[in-house]
């Protein structure tokens, strides 16, 4: 495992480490894949070192090798595709959900089960409830000092073997509650609840040896104590770790094209067609090539945004970023794979077509790819604004086209109709396909906001201007084609470039 230079120490070391021990489980991963047997003696050694308690605190009995340390060890043991998604789901299933919003008690009671390598499990989907997390319909009642609670959970990770749930359930149905999303509470739920049974478990691809299934809950108690944050406080304490669970499975899905990678080019050094080895086909080469890239950067882009994390930086459109371009690349990465290995690699002889399944789950689970892309739209809009301000232009003096601006308009004291219009109107020869933003027009005038809608309301009554409007108000504006004549001459909006003479226009 390349090292970077900005690891510790100690997370270098680790990294050796936990490299040189995943190498030593992968032929167990391989039998259990076979006998579809839960790999309990895997996750039983990698507790024993401590591994699962790399981003747990030291205060704690983790490693406090914070996310890098968790995503060194979430790569390396993604060697084994299905064991390594349960290790992820140990360390996400509460741990920075704890961590940001768990009393000191809650801390001292779970997060050293955590670090000890006990198997837990996120408990969001529902049968009727994916994406939408904020649908969901599994209740919680309080009564008393215990919460009552019923429901399903579907496409839940170590199903019937999780000794932890980190789960989330709607406490309130009111209407101000849901549109302020207070109407959600998170909860730790523990293995052996009266009530909490497996309805189903499911056959589906990437789990040849580790359970997924559907949860049922019929009037669960769990005690108040096990209530994670306040009463209401459940989408924001399930967003809390949303960033950290994607910078996790970006270390996952790493491992994932790494592993294909290491695959694919022993075979096609030893494979021979046509007098060759079909290493030497150029069309290999390529695709390897293509391995190589992919890897290299989903390496760093896991772990920079984990050492974001490790500093305190909101890291939203990172990690969102990473899961978009390590999940997609990685399931690109088993096809090429298996394109470079061909049939052989179609077969659970070996692990690439497993690796193929399970990167397909992770276009989908841990928030789909469509959910992810959104979050890097909203997020860019609003951390990038100035980035995406609309860059003032001027037509030049002597050329008569736009040019960008070299500062700032002088803005205008008073207001008035026919100084708005005008400016609409020479907007429209700046950019004659767009709308002017309010903001963009309180570049040019020192007045109240009010104001200047008022001017824009009596010029659209006029039918001078038309007006968009959004839930925050007026928007943008342009001058209407009488609005344009009532500016100014034809004449004015009138070029043509330097070549095109008289005779050639009408």
């Known amino acids: 495992m390349e090292h970077f230079p900005w690891w510790t120490h100690e997370q270098k070391k680790f990294a050796d480490e936990v490299e040189l021990f995943a190498e030593e489980l992968v032929p167990r991963d391989a039998e259990t894949r076979w006998t579809r047997e839960f790999p309990r003696d895997i996750f039983q050694k990698i507790s024993e070192r401590g591994y699962s308690g790399a981003g747990v605190p030291k205060e704690y009995g983790g490693l406090g090798l914070?996310?890098?340390?968790?995503?060194?060890?979430?790569?390396?043991?993604?060697?084994?595709?299905?064991?390594?998604?349960?290790?992820?789901?140990?360390?996400?299933?509460?741990?920075?959900?704890?961590?940001?919003?768990?009393?000191?008690?809650?801390?001292?009671?779970?997060?050293?089960?955590?670090?000890?390598?006990?198997?837990?499990?996120?408990?969001?989907?529902?049968?009727?409830?994916?994406?939408?997390?904020?649908?969901?319909?599994t209740s919680a009642r309080l009564e008393g000092d215990v919460y009552v609670l019923n429901g399903k959970k579907r496409f839940i990770v170590a199903a019937g073997v999780a000794d932890r749930h980190m789960l989330y359930a709607r406490t309130s149905n009111s209407p101000d509650d849901i549109r302020a999303h207070k109407h959600l509470t998170a909860f730790i739920v523990e293995k052996g609840a009266p009530g909490l049974t497996v309805e189903k478990i499911n056959e589906i691809i990437g789990f040849d040896n580790i359970q997924n299934g559907v949860l049922n809950f019929e009037n669960v108690p769990v005690p108040a104590a096990n209530r994670i944050g306040k009463e209401g406080e459940g989408w924001r304490v399930m967003t809390a770790g949303l960033n950290f669970e994607r910078t996790l499975i970006c270390a996952q899905a790493t491992g994932w094209a790494t592993e294909a990678l290491r695959n694919a080019v022993p075979f096609a050094q030893r494979r021979i067609q046509f007098g060759r080895p079909t290493i030497d086909i150029p069309e290999n080469q390529f695709k390897i090539a293509n391995l190589v890239s992919k890897v290299k950067i989903a390496r760093i882009l896991t772990y920079y945004t984990a050492h974001l994390w490790d500093l305190g930086w909101d890291i939203t459109l990172e990690s969102n970023v990473a899961k978009v371009y390590i999940c997609e690349g990685a399931l690109q990465a088993s096809l090429d794979a298996m394109q470079v290995m061909g049939g052989d690699a179609l077969t659970p002889f070996y692990p690439v077509e497993e690796i193929m399944k399970v990167s397909k789950i992770e276009n989908i689970a841990g928030g789909t790819m469509e959910a992810c892309r959104l979050v890097i739209f909203r997020t860019a809009v609003r951390q990038w604004a100035d980035e995406f301000k609309m860059r003032r232009r001027v037509i030049h003096e002597k050329l008569g086209v736009p040019v960008p601006a070299a500062s700032l308009p002088e803005k205008q004291k008073q207001i008035d109709e026919e100084k708005v219009l005008g400016l609409l109107a020479e907007d429209y020869r700046v950019n004659p396909g767009l709308h002017m933003s309010t903001g963009d027009m309180r570049e040019y005038f020192d007045v109240e906001t009010a104001r200047l809608e008022e001017v824009l309301l009596t010029l659209e009554n006029k039918g001078l201007v038309k007006l968009y409007r959004s839930k925050k108000g007026i928007e943008l504006a342009k001058a209407t084609y009488d609005g344009l004549d009532k500016a100014h001459p034809a004449e004015y909006y009138r070029w043509y470039p330097s070549w095109i003479t008289k005779d050639r226009i009408f």
Do not use: H, S
């Open 66 to 137: 914070g996310a890098t340390g968790a995503c060194i060890a979430c790569e390396a043991f993604n060697r084994m595709p299905g064991p390594g998604r349960t290790v992820v789901g140990n360390m996400l299933g509460g741990l920075r959900q704890i961590v940001e919003y768990g009393t000191q008690e809650q801390k001292e009671r779970f997060l050293p089960r955590i670090a000890k390598g006990e198997t837990g499990a996120i408990v969001i989907t529902e049968p009727f409830v994916g994406t939408d997390a904020a649908a969901i319909e």
